[in-house]
Structure formats: C-alpha cells, structure tokens
C-alpha cells in the first residue's frame, strides 16, 4: 500500500529521485538522448528582439518548443527564416527531422506550407480550438 500526496510542488530532492529515476529508465532502453537546447533570436537593426525559437533536440529529432514574432513584424519572412535555421541546426546535429505543436488558433496551416505534416491533434484544447501535431522528416 502507498500513500499518495497531490500537490503543485515538491522538494528539488524528490524531483530529481523521479526524474533520474525515468532518465535512467529510459536510457537502458533508447541510448543516451544527447539533449541540447536551441535558440535562435531575430534581431532588428537597432537590437531589439523581433522574434525568436527556442527549441531542443533529442534522440535525434529536434523539438519546437516556441516560434514568436513581434507582431509589428509578422509577415516579413522572419518566421521562415528562424524555423529554417532550426532545420539547418537540426541536420548540423543529425536529427532525422523537427516536431512541434500549434494550436488552430496560431499557426498550423503555416508549418504545412512550409512542408510539415499533421500527424495527430487534440479536439477542445484550448475549448474551441484544437493543438495540432505536425512534423518534417529532414
């Protein structure tokens, strides 16, 4: 018998136990995952920030986590330009391709023209909408 706590945060010590625990797990059974992290920032020519991608890569595939453009400067190309460097990134470090989710409100049908391909989706989230899976095999 085990005695279950809920809670919305836990001890750094009981973090690590659990998420060294399903590391470990996982690397006996995929390899070692050669997680890096990626950022790529526009910036304007005075310097400020037009936008940006961060990502990050694993078991050879790299992941979006977020692709954001001022919206003073949406449009211009600058989209195409950050998740093409993220592609350019994840061939450099040989992932076989680049995954990420959008919801319908944002902007699924422009990962397809780019050339992604919805490979699952999640009906009523947020209410209304729906989060779209895509993916591009490199």
């Not at 070692?32 to 920030?49: C, K, N, Q, T, Y």
Request: include cysteine; proline fraction near 3%.
């Amino acid at each position: 018998m085990v005695t279950l706590t809920t809670t919305t945060a836990v001890s750094d010590d009981v973090a690590d136990l659990i998420g060294d625990g399903l590391n470990g797990f996982n690397r006996e059974r995929a390899g070692f995952p050669d997680e890096r992290m990626l950022w790529i920032v526009a910036h304007d020519e005075d310097g400020s920030v037009a936008g940006g991608l961060k990502g990050r890569s694993e078991f050879a595939w790299l992941f979006v986590d977020w692709l954001w453009i001022r919206a003073d400067r949406r449009g211009q190309g600058i989209g195409r330009q950050l998740l093409e460097g993220a592609e350019a990134e994840a061939r450099a470090r040989g992932c076989a391709g680049v995954y990420l989710g959008s919801f319908t409100f944002q902007a699924p049908d422009y990962y397809k023209r780019a050339g992604y391909t919805e490979f699952g989706r999640i009906e009523g989230f947020p209410p209304g909408h729906a989060l779209v899976f895509l993916l591009k095999r490199l």
